[in-house]
């Protein structure tokens, strides 16, 4: 089976920076995309950032010039660094791996898998 484990929230003031790291765990084959959304508070879950296997990046236009995604594939892992922080980021931020395929026995299987989510508060 497959789990993701994130790190790195916490609180920061704004103008800060932060990086959230999040790692598949598993006999993995491939992962198409792996990308950051977050949840404010009493809003909706949003997209932050997302990176496909082919390194095409997406991302709100909101967090573009501040915040970079990166993935390494030997590592299964995606990272988000966050700069010029601001009140408006915080949220919960969850990682979001789409389209993971492993074997589980003898079963090609390929699903899509959440991180358990993490805090980011920014102060003012």
């Known amino acids: 089976q497959v789990q993701l484990v994130e790190s790195g929230g916490g609180l920061v003031q704004a103008g800060g920076s932060l990086r959230l790291s999040c790692a598949a765990s598993?006999?993995?084959?491939?992962?198409?995309?792996m990308g950051w959304y977050r949840q404010p508070p009493g809003k909706q879950r949003e997209l932050v950032a997302t990176?496909?296997?082919?390194?095409?990046?997406q991302s709100a236009d909101s967090v573009k010039d501040r915040f970079t995604i990166a993935r390494d594939n030997a590592k299964n892992a995606v990272y988000l660094q966050m700069n010029s922080l601001k009140p408006e980021d915080t949220a919960v931020y969850y990682c979001?791996?789409?389209?993971?395929?492993?074997?589980?026995?003898?079963?090609?299987?390929?699903?899509?898998?959440w991180g358990q989510g993490t805090q980011v508060t920014v102060s003012s």
């Open positions: 979001y791996f789409d389209r993971v395929s492993y074997y589980d026995g003898p079963y090609y299987v390929t699903k899509d898998y």
């Open positions: 598993g006999n993995i084959l491939s992962i198409y995309s």
């Open positions: 990176v496909t296997s082919s390194g095409n990046i």
